[in-house]
Structures are given as C-alpha cells and as structure tokens.
C-alpha cells in the first residue's frame, strides 16, 4: 500500500526567502511521486512530477524536489518566495505498478509574509 | 492550453434527492478518474475509469455511486441518493495513457443540505 505523509500542515516564510515543504512517502513498488498546487477557490495544478529519472527534479515557477529513497522523502524546495506563491501544496504518490489511483497527503498551507 | 473542464462550479441539493456531476475531459486522454475532498480532509480517489469500464474503485465508491461516458465527451459522476456526509469538493481528472500525469479540473463543491 502506498501512503504520503506532509511533515507541516502550515509553513510561513517572508517573501525572499527559501521554502521548504516536507514529504515522506511509503510503497511497495517503484513510486511516482508528484507535487501538486492549490490556489484558492482553483483546482489542482501539477508542479513537479518523478517518475524514477533523475532524483532532481524541477518544475514550474522555480520549484524542484529531490527524490531521496535512501530517505523515503521527496522534499519540495524554492530559494526565493513569492507572494503568489501562497496555496496548499500536496504531495502525491502513485505506483507504477497498476499505476492508477493517486494518493494524497494531508496538505502543507504555505502562507508568505510581504 | 488544453484543460479538464467540470460543470457546476457549485451545486445544493437536499438529501436523498440524485444529483449528476459533469466533466469534460482533455479529448484525447482514455483515462478518466473522480476523486473528493471533503472539507478540512485530504484529496481521496473514488474511481478509475477505461475503455468504458470501471477499472478501480475505493471502498468509498459504493452502490449509490455510478460513473459514465455517455457521448464520448463528458464524463459524468452519478450519487443517486445524496447523504449529508457526501458533501465535499468533487475533483474530476484525466489522462492520455498510463505513464501520463492526471491533470484536474477545477472542482464541483456538492452542498447536500
């Protein structure tokens, strides 16, 4: 079985700064991992996705993760926010084998202080 | 840009009563899925659907819940007798093929009253 655990339910970071969104995963087989975005009162956005070539990955608006098995994690990163990048990140994980359900964390709200 | 669309953003409905949640997928993706988000709670799957069957289905998919590809176009999710507790944000998605990403829609928010 495949689970997803998001380490904070809410990080506040100043604008500027780096931020990080923690997430560790569990699962049986080869894991596809994802970051998805969710602005408010919008659907869900991808902003990254692994799927087991390279471990760095980097995505939209200046976003990347790093897969770490040794560590089971897959933490989201960005050296400098921005005001929109406020939202509720999700951390997904599906598995390839079988490949079809997602499965989602609990969510991180990232709040940026001007 | 190419975008999964749902219709209504917004529907209430009083319980018991069926209500019918209605998706345009990307046209040539072949995989469908609904998923839910009941306020405050995480993002959970429903069902999986392919080639005009079902391919995967959570335990919360039970018998009041149906699924359809009526015309080629839309994808419809079906509860045919509302409860309270089916009150959440509806999230449908798509794919082209298996090592595709899902790309979602915006959402239906269902008030069961």
């Known amino acids: 079985a495949q689970s997803v655990t998001q380490l904070d339910s809410h990080v506040s970071v100043s604008e500027g700064t780096p931020v990080l969104l923690r997430c560790n995963y569990s699962s049986s087989y080869s894991p596809s991992l994802f970051w998805y975005v969710q602005h408010p009162n919008k659907g869900l956005q991808l902003l990254l996705k692994?799927?087991?070539?390279?471990?760095l990955v980097k995505g939209i608006n200046g976003f990347e993760a790093e897969f770490k098995k040794s560590e089971t994690s897959f933490h989201l990163t960005k050296p400098s926010a921005h005001m929109s990048d406020a939202a509720e990140y999700f951390c997904?994980?599906?598995?390839?084998?079988?490949?079809?359900?997602?499965?989602f964390g609990t969510g991180t709200r990232l709040t940026i202080i001007p | 840009e190419p975008e999964v669309t749902q219709t209504p953003s917004h529907q209430v409905t009083q319980m018991g009563q069926e209500v019918i949640l209605r998706c345009v997928p990307i046209?040539?993706?072949?995989?469908f899925y609904w998923y839910r988000q009941i306020l405050g709670q995480k993002v959970e799957f429903l069902v999986s659907?392919?080639?005009?069957?079902?391919?995967?289905k959570s335990e919360i998919f039970d018998d009041q819940f149906s699924v359809e590809r009526p015309d080629g176009s839309n994808f419809t999710l079906k509860i045919r007798s509302t409860k309270l507790e089916d009150s959440a944000m509806y999230f449908c998605?798509?794919?082209?093929?298996?090592?595709?990403?899902?790309?979602f829609g915006p959402g239906t928010r269902l008030t069961v009253l």
């Open positions: 997904v994980v599906s598995e390839n084998f079988g490949n079809e359900k997602l499965t």
């Open positions: 659907f392919y080639n005009n069957e079902i391919s995967e």
């Open positions: 692994y799927t087991s070539a390279a471990t």
């Open positions: 998605a798509s794919r082209w093929d298996s090592t595709d990403t899902q790309y």
């Open positions: 046209s040539n993706h072949l995989y």
